[in-house]
């Protein structure tokens, strides 16, 4: 039997039925604090519980394409904006009594970027919210979604030691406070200010000097804090270890 009669022969139906699914962990930094973006469900099952904005790949688009669909769908955003976002695999998830309907597998991706706007519930969903994730104990999740939560949030803090990927949380010229900032506001720790200056610029490639500056300077007053974007480098070395790995690593 060559290729094309095993196709015309095959049965799909001769196989248990999987459907394949995607959901995001979408984070922003809003008022100086970590938000997840969490919609209510508004249909059985689990119908009232929150969950991470996703649903079914549809026939004719791919694992990104979907993710990126169903993130629009909740915030809003379109075009050139969208394709800002940082969007990345997450992990496959697919215990077999992860979802009551059937047999289905969820593809998480990663998404963050700066000042995402409110979110719009979808057609299936009665609300949508940008939640801190020191709130997320106070809501009911669905399926197995506070373990994909959970290993988003690593996955995060995790980038943020070996990749420029904090950048991604800012405009493209930012200060090296403002960088700072979500390295703090990730992490869930304070930095030394400068400790943190001081390994930014020894990193080649992390950020480039735009030889501008800010309009005015600090709070306090004081010169006028330089301005920066992102550089070329795809991994950081040396890595901005988080305060706790740092103190196992010494």
Known sequence: MNEQEFLAAYDPRAYPAVAVTVDVVALTIRDGALHLLLVRRGAPPYEGHWALPGGFVRPDE???TGARRELA???GLGGERLHRVH????GSYGDPDRDPRMRIISVAHLAFAPDLPDPAAGSDAEDAVWLPVTALTSRQLAFDHGRIIADGLE??????EYTPLATRFLEPEFTV?????VYETVWGHPLHAGNFHRKVLSVPGFVESTG????????????RAKLYRAGDARL???ALLRPAREETVR
């Not at 969007?87 to 997450?90: G, V």
């Not at 996955?155 to 943020?160: D, E």
């Not at 501008?212 to 010169?223: D, H, K, N, V, Y």
């Open 87 to 90: 969007l990345e695999q997450l």
């Open 212 to 223: 501008a500056s800010t309009e005015r300077g600090g709070a306090r007053g004081g010169p």
């Open 155 to 160: 996955r995060a803090r995790s980038k943020l």
């Open 177 to 181: 406070t403002e960088l700072r900032a």
């Open 62 to 64: 791919g694992l990104a």
């Open 73 to 75: 769908e909740e915030t």
């Open 236 to 238: 950081l070395h040396p």
